[in-house]
């Protein structure tokens, strides 16, 4: 009897993860989906299939009905949603799809910030969060994420520092925060080349007006130093005050005049006794 049942719950066992992965639907990547359509406004229709009451399992084995999706052992690990013209912003419980090797949002119209619970998809290799327009801070979270080797954030309004903990990140290959509101010195370890780690040209730190250092050129000198622009601060200065002086003298001598004029007319209507 006791042995059966021991037999029976290792059969059990054996069986389960067979199943699992096409039949129950796993409650962590349920939950990602649910709040990554209900964050997002989807003007094509994309995202229809995506909500807990019309998909029972968003991965049949290796495949997902969900378009975008790409399913592994029954577990969602990758999201290609470029170019949907996806608006909203990205919801912090992507981070329930605990699997995620692949992230692509990128040409969209997404807006808000990075989430710093993205640190916590421990599996992700390609983070594609290109032409968007979002906004704030680079999470250093990210650096949890260690097999990171695509970081890809160009076209976006994100502000503030690059982490100079990115650069610890050994895998990355690709790296580009281009055409953002990035501003601070660019870390050393993602600008210089240290040992055989291969870092990253100026093109990936182009068209950030506040970001400086290496490898982006020295600041381009201005058609005047600053020497010229105090003697031009100065000269203004003494051109307008010459100016004034002119014009009191100028206005002095008109007074004068108007007062020797009129002495001389009341010299002459004065009574003589
Ligand atoms: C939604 O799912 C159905 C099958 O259930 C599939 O035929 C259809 O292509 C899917 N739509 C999208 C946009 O993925
Ligand atoms: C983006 O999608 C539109 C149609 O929705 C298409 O015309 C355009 O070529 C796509 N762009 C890219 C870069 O794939
Ligand atoms: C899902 O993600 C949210 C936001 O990161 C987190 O608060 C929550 O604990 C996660 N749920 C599970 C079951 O891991
Ligand atoms: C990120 O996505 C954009 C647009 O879909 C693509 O052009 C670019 O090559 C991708 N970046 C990387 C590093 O693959
Ligand atoms: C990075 O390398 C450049 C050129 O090799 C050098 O001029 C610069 O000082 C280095 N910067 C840092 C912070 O090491
Ligand atoms: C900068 O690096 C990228 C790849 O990371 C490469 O395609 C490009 O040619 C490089 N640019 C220069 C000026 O070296």
Redesign the pocket.
Known sequence: MGSRAHLFAAAALLLLPLFSGAAASDPNDELCLTHLSQSLSDP?KSLQNWSATTFTSPCEGSTSFLGGATCNNGRIYKLSL????LKGSIPPHLSNCTNLQSLDLS?NALSGPIPPELGSLLNLAVLNLSSNALSGPIPPQLVLCAYLNVVDLHENRLSGLIPPQLGLLVRLSAFDVSSNRLSGPIPATLGNRTENLARFNASSFDGNKGLYGYPLPPPKKSGLSGLAIIGIGLGSGLVSLLLSFIVVCVWLRVMEQRSENGEGKITQLMPDY
């Not at 470029?82 to 013209?85: A, E, I, M, T």
């Open positions: 094509l470029s170019n949907l013209s040409s």
